[in-house]
């Protein structure tokens, strides 16, 4: 779409565990990735591989375990766990050391001072890590809650500016001065309210559960303003119905229940609430798969005209490939928490590398009868087909702009196979 | 095409009581079903695809009517039958997959009991079933071969030497079965002896504790069983060494087992555990090895022994091997009985077939007439039923009772003719009523507008259906039965008598063998963790103990088409199977369900929306829109040569992995179908749409003689209409990729 190269949203070794008695289940392991600006972004996977965790986890509808979340640069969500991890990894080799110290001391009472200076030197090294490790875990905490803060500001700044200029304009006029000190103030209170995080706003997969059934739809669609703070209730409405009109609803429509509308309908609703916040980007979690073929491709539509006339860029999560395909710039490819493909969307169609992504591309049913007939399946069997005992894995960059989840050898296969 | 057809559905209506009214969901449809096919329908949600198909089931909501139309299995029209009759053909003939498995499967019991439940309770009612209709076609063979003597007396043969034949055929198939039972006991036994023993071994092989004493104890008693029965010619001996070997382990364990587990056992009444020793399991390995030898070994043919032991009472042929049994025997009974016996059989078929061809034909003019008098209309109730009974009996005398296929049209007939004439003395009553009703309430609707009150309620639409519509659907009840037996009159002379006799002893051979075949629980247990195997549960005798909530999405739904399976039915309706899952899984179970309907010949009812897996799947596909049928051919046709608007609009409104121009979705949201539109239901989101398709309902046009389409576009005067550009781009796509395949 856009031939623009700014990163709008950057996931940085995301990790996001759950308990789960006394383990931890690691729904999103370690997964890292950017969105630019203006651009549509796929995540796929079967379900249960962590796609959906992940949109929620950069919405922070959860509190990741680990890694970082930047969003127009600012770090909107920090996980603290590997941070901790590295201090008790850190306390736990030098008890260890010190131990072992400890032990020779005992039985060689001549090198004892020498001993004792070695385990302070231990010690001290320790602490420095301790330190570190903490300032870290401060720094993500204050980083965090600084980001609205700055955010704030930032939108403070931005008013008075261009009050500045209006105050000049109108000087001498004391009524017209009056009214715009009154709009200043009123926008400065809800400028104050406002947090970075409503930027992005989410797309529910189910479109019944996620709109409340006792609240109209002028009421669901306009939560948003109010929570923000705005309180003028013919601007909310005047919102809305343009907010209504965009999504290819009518006016009529604000003040019915969300039982009287159809699936497409409910899930423009469902759009609509999300795009009346004028954000910056969109989360779409699976927002077709509950639909109807021919509404699929309504709300499809809609989403798409959405992004040219607003500028969004969207996060788009589904298991359908064919959607993906047709929706997305970039795609990723999930397996079991981990990101294992990365690529633009007709290079990962035209060269996948990775095992599981030919696997997925192998099982997308097409309306074409003779070809679905002679279509073998591949199978993908992670245990026969990595073996990472000795050389660990991790994302690299195979050729410009496309990643896989692999070990040194396979890195040299995969280069190999796309010349 | 000339295949069996095993369901076929004809004008099926079907309405729902709502409190805003009369929700016409099926309207009209009408396809057949082959062997060993699968027929997709497609559609949206509320296009009346799952409303067919649990109509077909015999599960349709409790606010359902059934306005007309029928559905023909095995002679029986299946929105016509009793609840009990029902029974018998659900999950047994007809079984059904669910869209959602999670809420078909019964939370609080294990997997292996929802399994075996239904196999345990069909093999009951089957071995009743299996007499009946033994006795039955005995019947009306005897009967038959009376009547065909009469006629044409052979040399010889009286009426008491047939009494005699069949008495012989009937006395010598309850030996058979007599010694079939016997010989299936000391199978089932080998059989259950084989499923503790793999037991035994999987429990050994996991280091699990077992009560070793009391298995070596079952399997004791059904070696037992086996060396008393019909079975082991030749493996007496062997049998024998592997009776003393369990005797001896058996001996070796309990004097492992220690007195406190004794005890225990005692006041606990409970099982004293402990592990198989080695030696146990070498032996057990060893006497299973046996027993599936056995088992292996070539059956004996009980229908030639039965004769020869009916014959000669005193004869003992147990020790003789299956081999040179069948073969001693065979020679007697063709020489004997079989050979006379078959020209009897034989004589009876074709003067059945004879007299039916007549019967026939003079019931096709018996149906000709009534057309007519049903054509010129103006009839009483008693000329009605006159006609009615007139037609019936000839039907019923046309129906040949000799044959195995029931012929669903005949059978039928009588029930669908007198509802069809009852239906039209309803509406010359009702009619004129619903008429001053709608005049009544627009009146007063009229008078409130005018009043300029707002009138928050709608008129309720008329239910009329015009008389000569009814008369037109008596007639084609009529003309359905007279196209039948047209064909079957002029297929008369491809008629194989010999053929025919050998298929009604089989018939009669396998309902004979089907009274004696028992299924205990063991046994079942094994067929169920085979099923599972089948449909690829991996460690299916683990998960056999499993409850479904342990299992993944997929893995429930391949029990869930286990369960399906385990009745063996003749036809399975699968209610949106995948919709559920995601690709991978989603392509497993497609595969899984197409390699069943290869190795059983099943024949499938597939519903979906999904077009994608409609490739896959379909021999044919009929597009549903709206509660009627639009569309309807083969997989090929309607993908590469679609015809009606709203498959164009279903093929451009889902992206393939090639689409890059906009998608043309089908805007706004199929009718209301309360208030169904009266032309063309499409026509309202149709942008081909011409005036017609607002006032007319289209008839279906044959595009060929497989392909139909219900659009007024075929029509010879209709304008030339592009099908969309994203369409024939995808063709055109297709075709290349296609040749590319051919080549």
Redesign the interface.
């Known amino acids: 779409m856009q031939n623009n190269n700014e990163v709008l949203l950057k996931v940085d070794h995301l990790c996001q565990y759950f308990r789960l008695g006394r383990k931890d289940l690691k729904a999103v392991d370690d997964v890292s990735f950017e969105i630019r600006k203006g651009e549509s972004f796929g995540l796929v996977g ?2 249960g591989c962590g796609k959906t965790t992940t949109g929620r986890s950069i919405i922070k509808l959860y509190n990741i375990t680990s890694g970082n979340v930047y969003f127009k640069g600012e770090r909107i969500g920090a996980g603290i766990r590997s941070y901790q991890d590295a201090i008790s990894a850190a306390r736990a080799d030098a008890a260890s050391k010190i131990k072992a110290l400890r032990a020779e001391k005992d039985a060689d009472a001549a090198r004892k001072a020498e001993i004792q200076e070695e385990i302070k030197k231990i010690n001290k090294e320790l602490g420095a890590v301790v330190d570190r490790n903490r300032a870290l875990i401060r720094d993500a905490k204050s980083n965090t809650k600084d980001v609205d803060k700055k955010y704030v500001e930032s939108l403070l700044q931005a008013l008075e500016a261009e009050y500045a200029q209006k105050f000049d304009a109108a000087a001498g006029n004391t009524v017209q001065l009056a009214a715009l000190k009154k709009e200043y103030k009123n926008r400065c209170r809800v400028a104050k309210k406002s947090k970075l995080i409503t930027q992005i706003q989410m797309i529910f997969q189910d479109p019944i559960a996620s709109l409340d059934p006792r609240m109209t739809v002028r009421d669901i669609i306009a939560e948003g303003l109010v929570i923000k703070g705005i309180t003028d209730k013919d601007y909310i409405n005047e919102k809305v119905y343009e907010i209504l009109e965009t999504v290819g609803l009518v006016r009529e429509h604000a003040d019915r229940y969300p039982h009287e509308f ?4 409910r899930q423009r609703i469902g759009i609509a609430r999300a795009v009346i916040m004028q954000p910056d980007m969109i989360i779409a979690d699976e927002p077709v798969s509950a639909l ?7 709300v ?2 809609l989403l ?1 005209d959405l992004r040219e006339r607003m500028g969004l860029t969207i996060l788009f999560i589904a ?5 993906v ?3 997305s710039d970039r795609i990723g490819v999930m397996y079991f928490g981990k990101m294992v493909e990365l690529a633009d969307s007709d290079e990962l ?1 035209k060269n996948p590398l990775h095992p599981y992504t030919k ?2 591309l ?14 073998t ?1 591949i199978i ?1 069997n992670p245990i026969a087909e990595h073996d990472y005992r000795v050389d660990k894995p991790s994302f690299r960059e195979i050729a410009p702009g496309h990643f896989v989840h692999c070990n040194d050898a396979e890195e040299q296969k995969y280069k190999q196979q796309l010349k | 095409m000339n295949r069996e057809i095993k369901l076929s559905v004809n004008d099926l209506k079907i309405s729902f009581r709502t409190d805003a009214g009369k929700v016409q969901a099926v309207r009209n449809i009408s396809f057949d079903l082959y062997k060993g096919e699968t027929l997709a329908i497609v559609g ?2 509320g296009s009346g695809k799952s409303v067919t198909s649990k109509a077909i089931m015999g599960i349709s909501a409790g606010n359902s009517i059934y306005e007309g139309g029928e559905i023909l299995y095995d002679g029986q029209d299946l929105t016509r039958i009793p609840e009990e009759e029902m029974h018998k053909l659900r999950g047994d003939k007809i079984a059904m997959i669910f869209q959602d498995p999670l809420s078909s499967l019964n939370p609080i019991m294990r997997i292996g009991k929802q399994i075996t439940e239904a196999m345990l309770l069909k093999n009951k009612a089957n071995r009743k079933e299996g007499r009946v209709t033994f006795n039955k076609t005995l019947a009306a063979l005897s009967e038959t071969i009376k009547k065909a003597l009469a006629e044409n007396p052979q040399p010889g043969v009286t009426a008491a030497d047939v009494d005699k034949y069949i008495k012989t055929f009937d006395a010598f198939n309850i030996q058979a079965i007599k010694l079939e039972n016997s010989y299936n006991d000391a199978r089932t036994a080998a059989e259950e002896m084989i499923a503790v023993i793999e037991d035994l071994l999987f429990m050994t092989e996991n280091k699990q504790k077992v009560d070793v004493v009391s298995s070596l104890g079952l399997i004791k008693s059904r070696l037992k069983e086996i060396n008393d029965k019909y079975f082991v010619a030749g493996y007496e001996d062997a049998l024998k060494a592997h009776a003393v070997a369990v005797e001896e382990i058996t001996r070796a364990e309990r004097a492992k087992v220690s007195v406190i587990d004794v005890v225990k056992k005692l006041v606990d009444n409970g099982a004293s555990k402990n592990e198989a020793s080695p030696e146990t399991v070498e032996t057990l390995k060893a006497l299973k090895k046996t027993a599936q030898e056995m088992l292996s070994q070539p059956q004996y043919n009980f229908f030639r022994i039965g004769y020869y032991v009916y014959k000669h009472p005193e004869t003992d042929l147990s020790q003789m091997p299956a081999d040179a049994a069948n073969e001693m025997t065979v020679k007697f009974l063709n020489e004997d009985f079989m050979d006379s016996f078959m020209v009897l059989v034989k004589l009876a078929v074709q003067y059945s077939f004879d007299k039916t061809i007549e019967h026939k034909k003079s019931a096709v003019e018996a149906i000709e007439k009534a057309i007519d008098f049903f054509r010129a209309g103006d009839f009483t109730a008693q000329e009605a039923e006159k006609t009615c009974k007139y037609v019936n009996s000839s039907v019923t005398a046309a129906i040949d009772p000799l044959a195995i296929v029931k012929d669903n049209v005949a059978y039928t007939c009588g029930s669908s003719l007198e509802r069809e004439v009852k239906k039209y003395f309803f509406y010359v009553k009702n009619n004129p009523k619903e008429e001053a009703r709608f005049a009544r309430q627009t009146a007063q609707r009229e008078a409130l507008l005018a009043k300029g009150k707002k009138v928050d309620w709608k008129i309720v639409p008329k239910s009329v259906i015009a008389l000569d519509v009814q008369i037109a659907a008596i007639v084609s009840v009529l003309s359905r039965v007279m196209n039948k037996f047209k064909a079957d009159i002029e297929a008369a002379e491809s008629f194989e008598a010999d053929k025919r006799c050998l298929e009604i002893i089989d018939f009669l051979k396998e309902k004979a063998s089907q009274v004696v075949y028992t299924l205990t629980k063991r046994i079942a247990k094994e067929k169920a963790i085979k099923l599972m195997e089948e449909v690829g549960i991996p460690e299916a005798r683990m998960r056999y103990r499993q409850y479904p909530f342990e299992f993944s ?1 997929g893995m429930r739904q391949r029990i869930v088409i286990a369960i399906a399976l385990s009745a063996n039915p003749d036809i399975l309706i699968c209610d949106e199977p995948t919709t559920a ?8 179970i ?2 899984l369900i197409n390699r069943l309907k290869k190795e059983r010949n099943l024949s499938i009812i597939f519903i979906t ?8 799947m ?1 021999d044919r596909i009929a597009v549903m829109y709206a509660g009627k049928i639009v569309e309807y051919g083969t ?2 046709e309607v ?1 590469y040569k679609p015809q009606h608007p709203y498959t164009w ?3 451009s ?5 090639d ?2 121009e ?6 706004g ?1 199929p009718p209301n179908m309360i208030y169904p539109p009266v032309g063309d239901a499409f026509a309202e989101r149709n942008k081909y749409a011409m005036e017609i398709d607002f006032e007319l309902q289209p008839p279906m046009y044959e595009v060929s003689p497989t392909h139909y389409a219900a659009t007024w576009l075929l029509h010879p005067n209709a304008p030339k209409v592009e099908i969309p550009k994203i369409i024939t781009e ?1 063709i055109r796509r ?1 075709e290349e ?2 040749g590319a ?1 051919a080549e």
């Open positions: 079967e379900s159809s699936g497409g309908q109807d073929v021919s509404i699929q491709a309504q499809i539509n798409n298991h359908d490939l064919s959607v395909k047709y929706f169609f696997s997925l192998s099982a997308i049913p097409l309306p074409d009868p003779v070809y679905e007939k002679q279509r399946r993908y | 949206e949600s999405g899952l995601d690709v991978t899984i989603q392509a497993q497609l595969e929306h999904d077009l994608g897996v409609v490739a896959n379909a997989a090929e993908f609009a279903l093929l409104s889902m992206p393939d992995l689409t890059n906009k998608l043309d979705a089908i805007p949201t995808r297709m990729r296609g395949h």
